[in-house]
């Protein structure tokens, strides 16, 4: 389908690239310079719905460039535009909640990388829609980078396909340890009050279960989380039956606070491991934050991550079903 010019131009930006013939991210801009406000583009969107969906899937990522998006009442309306179900972010990460379905993205220090990741792949309830906004880009990095997974399975399956089944078949379990309270200086540093949304640990319980997660009381008050078995690739409806990289083994291999493995118990050799992570990176895309950008992500085909930045970055997220 193709873009209607009466709603959107398509425009460009730096680090933008084609794959398998599509621009990725696709950017759109005003069709024309006095329709920029947030209220014509909420418009645009409502009457655009399904067209803007369909490029969604299409392109991987959409950026809506050059409107006027201020702050998170403006992002919020044009989350609200389409309809979809929200869905509330579970995981270790330190978010803040800013206005109804807006949240500040991962408050980790600034200086470090947020490894490429699908939002809450550990969880068996995930998001189809990341959708960021920029409220104040970083004078220098800060960049979002995002990543094809389909493009990772096949390089990974030319020169470990052996590994790549074995694993496929058997599955992945992960660890990871939410603290006994909220600590923003460390990019895991959520609290297990925050993560599961209670205070009361028989409901934490409940919810970890629900969540598909067995949990482990720790002596310090933090709480270890053990997941699995989960799945190192998958295949989404209408997205030409590509084989996403649909896990975090890379991201959560062999750290201080989180472990991924084999779901018998079975180590993944680590030259496998730093070579799936020389590949992530080397397809990965990224272009510079301006203010007011709007980027729509599939997080069902794109792996994202957070570049390190000079302060400050004011980087919202919203997570839909």
Not at 47 to 52: A, I, R
Not at 58 to 67: C, D, E, P, W
Not at 146 to 170: C, G, H, N, Q, Y
Not at 243 to 261: C, D, P, Q
């Amino acid at each position: 389908m193709e873009c209607s010019s009466k709603n959107f131009k398509i425009g460009s930006c730096e680090g933008q690239k084609v794959v398998d013939g599509e621009a990725m991210p696709l950017v759109l801009e005003p069709s024309q310079p006095e329709k920029n406000d947030s209220e014509s583009l909420v418009l645009a969107l409502k009457n655009n719905k399904d067209w803007f969906e369909q490029m969604i899937i299409k392109n991987s990522a959409v950026l809506l460039r050059g409107f006027d998006v201020k702050n998170a009442e403006d992002f919020n309306g044009i989350v609200e535009a389409f309809g979809w179900d929200d869905i509330r972010y579970v995981g270790p990460a330190p978010r803040t909640h800013v206005y109804k379905r807006v949240w500040t993205a991962n408050e980790g220090p600034l200086s470090e990388f947020i490894y490429y990741h699908h939002e809450m792949v550990l969880i068996k309830e995930y998001p189809k829609k990341v959708i960021l906004f920029c409220e104040t880009p970083p004078p220098e990095g800060g960049q979002t980078p995002f990543v094809p997974s389909f493009k990772v399975t096949e390089r990974m399956l030319e020169e470990f396909p052996e590994v790549v089944e074995e694993i496929d078949a058997k599955g992945l379990k992960y660890t990871f340890t939410a603290l006994s309270k909220n600590d923003t200086s460390s990019m895991r540093g959520r609290g297990w009050e925050d993560t599961f949304g209670t205070s009361d640990r028989a409901e934490a319980e409940r919810r970890a279960k629900a969540l598909g997660m067995e949990v482990e009381w720790l002596p310090e008050g933090g709480v270890k989380a053990v997941l699995g078995p989960r799945d190192l690739t998958k295949v989404f409806d209408g997205r030409n039956g590509r084989r996403m990289w649909f896990n975090t083994l890379v991201g959560m291999y062999g750290k201080e606070h989180s472990s991924s493995f084999m779901a018998d118990g079975t180590e993944i050799s680590e030259n496998v491991v730093k070579r799936c992570e020389e590949i992530i990176e080397e397809e990965s895309i990224q272009f510079d934050w301006k203010k007011g950008d709007v980027l729509f992500l599939d997080n069902y085909a794109l792996l994202h991550g957070r570049r390190p930045s000079l302060p400050p970055r004011r980087v919202l997220v919203s997570t839909c079903k």
